[in-house]
Antibody
Framework: QVQLVQSGAEVKKPGASVKVSCKASGYTFTTYAIAWVRQAPGQGLEWLGSISVYNGHTKFAQKLQGRLSMTTDTSASTAYMELRSLRSDDTAVYYC??????????????WGQGTLVTVSS | DIQMTQSPSSLSASVGDRVTITCRASQSLTTYLNWYQQQPGKAPKLLIY???SLQTGVPSRFSGSGSGTDFSLTITSLQPEDFATYFCQQSITTPLTFGGGTKVEI
C-alpha cells in the first residue's frame, strides 16, 4: 500500500532552517508529484508548493518563495522540504502529500503523518 | 489567489442525520474541486475529487456536487466516525487554496 513516512518533530530558533523528509513506498516514486502543506495550530490548511519527481519542476506559494526549497532523491524515494529564516509564525505541522491526477484533476490522495515544526527562542 | 469560503464553519448533528456542507469559490473552478476529511491529530484524507468523483475506498454515503463557483459535500446517514473537520480545496490553478474548514460535531 502507498505510504509516506515523514521525519520527526523539530524545534528551531528564529532565523534557523529546518529540513523535513518524506519517504515514499508502495508505488513508483517518479510517476507522481509531491506537495507540501502546512497547518498552524488550530488553523486550516495551507499549500506551500509542489515538485514533480519526474523532472524536478517546482511550483511555490508566492509568500514562501525565496525561503522554501523542495528536492527529491529518486534513489531513496524520498522528498525533502527545507524552510529557511524561520519565524514564529512558521510553527505548524508540515505534511507531504502525493499529488495524483496532475494532468487531469490534481488532488492529494495520500498524506504523510505530519511533522511538527516549532519555532521558538 | 482564489478564495474558498466554506459554510457553516461548524455544525452539530446526530448519528443518522443527513449533513450538507457548502463551499464557494471567488472565481469559476469548473469542477476542479476536492474535499478532504481530517480527524483530530491526523492527516487529511481525500474523499471527493473533481467535484463529484468518489475516491477509492470512501463510503458511498459521501457525495459531492456542483460546478463553477458553488459546491457541496453531502453525508447521508452520518456515522460516529464521520465527526471530523472537512475542507474543500481548489485545484484549477496555483496557489492551490483550501477552505477554512467545517467542523461536524455531535
Amino acid at each position: 500500500q502507498v505510504q509516506l513516512v515523514q521525519s520527526g518533530a523539530e524545534v528551531k530558533k528564529p532565523g534557523a532552517s529546518v529540513k523535513v523528509s518524506c519517504k515514499a513506498s508502495g508505488y513508483t516514486f517518479t510517476t507522481y508529484a509531491i506537495a507540501w502543506v502546512r497547518q498552524a495550530p488550530g488553523q486550516g490548511l495551507e499549500w506551500l508548493g509542489s515538485i514533480s519527481v519526474y523532472n524536478g519542476h517546482t511550483k511555490f506559494a508566492q509568500k514562501l518563495q525565496g525561503r522554501l526549497s523542495m528536492t527529491t532523491d529518486t534513489s531513496a524515494s524520498t522528498a525533502y522540504m527545507e524552510l529557511r529564516s524561520l519565524r514564529s509564525d512558521d510553527t505548524a505541522v508540515y505534511y507531504c502529500a502525493r499529488e495524483a491526477g496532475s494532468l487531469t484533476y490534481p488532488r492529494f490522495d495520500n498524506w504523510g503523518q505530519g511533522t511538527l515544526v516549532t519555532v521558538s527562542s | 489567489d482564489i478564495q474558498m469560503t466554506q459554510s457553516p464553519s461548524s455544525l452539530s448533528a446526530s448519528v443518522g442525520d443527513r449533513v450538507t456542507i457548502t463551499c464557494r469559490a471567488s472565481q469559476s473552478l469548473t469542477t476542479y474541486l476536492n474535499w478532504y476529511q481530517q480527524q483530530p491529530g491526523k492527516a487529511p484524507k481525500l474523499l471527493i475529487y473533481a467535484a463529484s468523483s468518489l475516491q477509492t475506498g470512501v463510503p458511498s454515503r459521501f457525495s459531492g456536487s456542483g460546478s463553477g463557483t458553488d459546491f457541496s459535500l453531502t453525508i447521508t446517514s452520518l456515522q460516529p466516525e464521520d465527526f471530523a473537520t472537512y475542507f474543500c480545496q481548489q485545484s484549477i490553478t496555483t496557489p492551490l487554496t483550501f477552505g477554512g474548514g467545517t467542523k461536524v460535531e455531535i
